[in-house]
């Protein structure tokens, strides 16, 4: 609301205090003078006290009596050591955080009642006796620690939102909830020593929270003659430690679109007939004893997040993944990390999940991957960390531009620049090299390549002697930390030696803007094919002793000379270290070399 229309009805309800008939209270005073003297209270339609903690009230059994017009009832929170005595039945709003009393007075009868929340109170119970709730459709009775039971909720035929999340003492929701067939919101959050829940209506539910209900060791079962109407559904149930297994009713969820059973860490299987959940979107399992999903869940073809994780490296039984058989169609993240997965566990037509973005495979036993994975065509992140007995990379997929691997293993960072130099067979010398780059942006510290050349922008770095093998030379594998932003590669050559300096600006792209220009650690590859014509060079041999990076940011960058055909061997002629690196105490002639290198360029 606009400040000049809240200071507008403020003047109003000042105006009709003025002439004796207030109909709205919004003052702790103006509350103290009605109740004390008992003055002009018919009129009053609205008890708003929002602003501050409101210290003491007292409630005059009289006063309220008079109060036959008041609709609705806002109290912040407040003390009393009164005891409640009435509340007017016209009220259809009641909303009083830090309710002090242990339920509402006997003679209230809430006939008008819409919206009942007392969010943090004393309540033990709701009401001394059953009562009738004709127009309630929501009720908040949240964060009550004292609450032991619901109310009968046969006279709630309305209700559509009830909120009991934390509170701890409830043991058992009335069985009579499943009754109310209009009840759209259930949450149960952090009800943790609620043990017995009855049958729930399905006809209107749309969201269903059990999580930390750690002492629920059954799912209530679902009224099969209505759940075919749920919508938009969402079952959150994780934290629930003690749950082993789901009804099979819970596949009667049509509509359900969300299941969260997360770190029910007792849970064992899924429901054979889990494929009947035709519009389900997510399914988390993470931190589960499933070992083995049902074959049926590959039929999930609008299933898009999809999670079996573990997340630590506990001992557990092998998982298998079913084959895909051409299912899950629209799946765009799917986790397996440490699920113990080795050779031969993942299905070699795992290249057919065609809408596939992310998969996370960290934390497992294999070896090798399947090679259908370079058929993922939509796949841009590959998450391998912490794959401790991986010996190689996979054929890499036409959009892949992230994967997070262990970067200190040689052959992994050996399998990578083999990849990048398959995808860039083609490229030929020109002033611009369209560059495929990949990155690792992990928000842990990720761990730098053990690679023989180093050095900062702008600083040339001296290549070995014979460095270039005519037919084996690839190019130059590189490896920068920082954002890649106007980056150049320069090749200079001995000053005595009749040879140019090169100079190719790298169009660098891994598909992704923003990861390029985000801080993380960026892999490429120049290949050589793109630096020197050999069609022009008339026999020579590239007499080039240094090279040289720079870009607009100051970056530190390592590299190492690719050669084809290298085996897996830190020894390869690619890793011999030159004498120039970026240790803080270069000798002398390194440094005098450095700077007459860089003079001799600026003056080309």
Avoid at 206 to 217: A, G, H, R, T
Avoid at 338 to 348: A, Q, S, T, V, W
Avoid at 529 to 553: Q, V
Avoid at 556 to 561: A, G, M, N, Q, V
């Amino acid at each position: 609301m606009h400040d000049l229309i809240e200071d507008m009805g403020r003047y109003v309800v000042k105006m009709q205090k003025d002439w004796g008939e207030p109909s709205r209270i919004r003052d702790v005073e103006d509350f103290k003078e009605v109740i004390l003297e008992n003055t002009e209270s018919k009129a009053i339609k609205s008890i708003w006290m929002q602003h501050g903690r409101v210290k003491k009230l007292h409630f005059s059994k009289e006063v309220m009596k008079n109060m036959t017009r008041l609709k609705l009832l806002y109290i912040n929170e407040f003390d009393t050591h009164d005891a409640i005595e009435y509340l007017p039945n016209s009220l259809a709003w009641i909303q009083i955080f830090g309710y002090p009393w242990e339920a509402l007075p006997k003679n209230f009868e809430p006939k008008s009642l819409v919206h009942l929340d007392l969010y943090q109170g004393s309540l033990r119970r709701l009401c001394f006796e059953a009562k009738h709730f004709p127009c309630l459709r929501r009720l908040v009775l949240s964060d009550s620690q004292n609450l032991m039971q619901t109310p009968d909720f046969s006279g709630m035929p309305n209700l559509e939102h009830l909120d009991l999340w934390s509170c701890k003492s409830l043991k058992e929701v009335h069985h009579s909830l499943g009754n109310c067939r209009k009840l759209s919101h259930l949450h149960l959050l952090n009800c943790s020593s609620l043990e017995r829940f009855p049958c729930v209506s399905g006809e209107s539910l749309v969201y269903l929270n059990l999580k930390f209900c750690s002492s629920l060791e059954i799912f209530p079962e679902m009224k099969r003659s209505s759940i075919q109407y749920l919508t938009q559904g969402e079952l959150h149930l994780c934290h629930m430690k003690n749950l082993v297994a789901l009804p099979s009713s819970i596949c009667k969820l049509k509509c359900l679109v969300k299941l969260d059973m997360s770190y029910c860490f007792k849970f064992e299987s899924l429901p054979e007939e889990i494929d009947d959940l035709e519009n389900l979107e997510e399914l988390d399992t993470t931190c589960t004893l499933i070992s083995k999903p049902p074959s049926s869940i590959v039929r999930l073809n609008k299933l898009k997040v999809l999670s079996f994780a573990i997340r630590i490296s506990a001992e557990r039984i092998l998982f298998v993944f079913p084959r895909v058989n051409e299912g899950l169609q629209s799946l765009e993240t799917l986790d397996l990390s440490y699920c113990n997965l080795i050779d031969g566990e993942l299905p070699d037509d795992l290249g057919c999940l065609s809408s596939l973005k992310e998969l996370n495979l960290s934390g497992n036993n294999f070896e090798h991957l399947p090679r259908s994975i370079a058929q993922l065509g939509a796949l841009r992140c590959l998450d391998l960390s912490d794959c401790e007995r991986l010996t190689q990379l996979p054929e890499f997929p036409v959009l892949l531009d992230t994967i997070k691997a262990d970067w200190t293993d040689f052959r992994i960072c050996n399998s990578l620049f083999q990849n990048l130099s398959l995808l860039q067979h083609d490229i030929s010398a020109s002033d611009s090299l369209s560059l495929r780059v990949i990155t690792d942006w992990q928000s842990h510290q990720i761990s730098m390549p053990r690679f023989p050349y180093r050095g900062i922008d702008g600083v040339p770095v001296n290549l070995p002697k014979n460095w270039y093998i005519h037919d084996s030379f690839l190019g130059f594998a590189v490896c920068c930390i920082g954002r890649l932003t106007d980056n150049t590669a320069h090749l200079i050559p001995l000053s005595d030696g009749g040879m140019s300096c090169i100079t190719r600006k790298l169009v660098l792209s891994n598909h992704s803007k923003y990861s390029l220009e985000r801080k993380g650690i960026h892999f490429f590859l120049i290949p050589f094919a793109g630096l020197w014509d050999i069609s022009k060079a008339n026999g020579k041999t590239p007499n080039y002793r240094h090279i040289m990076f720079s870009s607009s940011e100051k970056n530190k960058y390592e590299f190492r000379l690719l050669y084809k055909d290298e085996h897996n061997d830190e020894h390869c002629p690619g890793t011999r270290r030159s004498r120039f690196d970026d240790s803080e105490h270069h000798d002398e002639a390194s440094c005098s070399s450095s700077k007459k290198q860089r003079s001799h360029f600026s003056n080309k």
